[in-house]
């Protein structure tokens, strides 16, 4: 079996910059560990490619979304060796996607 390659898009790396900026105003400490559970989470994908569920509020099969706490790891299936993750918002959030 090949390798899945997995890409962070400009937009998630956006979220995650905004959201650990957000939380280290409280804590430095706890920002960083977020963003290591995060990439945990997304190192999942490297295994178990379809382990998310479906957007609910998106009609796109390949489109799914892995959870952390209150955060949403959303990502597209672009092929069997390539996953792209495009969002990581806080649930509360409007989710704002082009497909």
């Known amino acids: 079996m090949e390798q ?14 905004d959201s650990e900026n957000y939380i280290s105003q409280d804590s430095p400490l706890m920002a ?13 994908l490297y295994n178990y490619p379809t382990s998310g569920k479906l957007v609910p509020e998106i009609k ?12 949403r790891i959303i990502y597209k299936i672009v092929d069997e060796q390539h996953i ?3 969002r990581i918002v806080h649930g509360s959030r409007l989710l704002d996607i082009e497909v």
Not at 34 to 44: A, E, L, P, S, V
């Open 60 to 71: 796109n099969k390949s489109l799914r979304e892995l959870l952390l706490n209150k955060y």
């Open 4 to 17: 899945v390659t997995i890409v962070i898009t400009e937009s998630a790396y956006n979220d995650l910059e």
């Open 84 to 86: 792209d993750i495009i």
């Open 32 to 44: 960083r560990r977020f963003i290591n559970k995060i990439f945990d989470r997304i190192d999942q």
